[in-house]
């Protein structure tokens, strides 16, 4: 499958996703980083965590593919640190981790959030 592909499939689940992040609920942004910034008060610097990306349930050094059912949309602060170690947990076992951690707002985006609008689902 191409990248055009899985740009697609990332730019479909964001719209199903309804612009959050899979693992911790916050919102993300796909093209106009300024604009996400000026919303939420954060800096060009924050502004980057934010930042949609496609995440593969199924890790692709794991088999995963670019297809549709293995693609969520995912903020770049979650993606990366769910991939930064040399045996990245599954995707499952990620979410139990993030979500608990989110909703008490332990979590690095949404405590950047944590003078805007924005409040995680409890």
Not at 11 to 19: H, I, K, L, N, V
Not at 51 to 64: N, S, V
Request: charged share 25%.
């Amino acid at each position: 499958m191409s990248k055009k592909q899985l740009t697609r499939n990332r730019a479909e689940t964001y719209r199903a996703q309804s612009g959050l992040c899979h693992y911790c609920g916050v919102p993300m942004w796909e093209e106009d980083a300024d604009a996400f910034a000026a919303r939420y008060g954060l800096s060009p610097r924050a502004v980057f965590l934010f930042r949609c990306t496609a995440e593969h349930l199924l890790a692709r050094c794991d088999g995963g593919r670019h297809a549709l059912g293995n693609i969520v949309a995912a903020c770049w602060h979650c993606n990366t640190i769910r991939h930064r170690g040399k045996h990245p947990p599954s995707s499952e076992r990620y979410l139990e981790r993030v979500q608990p951690k989110a909703r008490s707002g332990e979590w690095l985006t949404v405590r950047l959030l944590a003078n805007s609008s924005f409040r995680p689902e409890a």
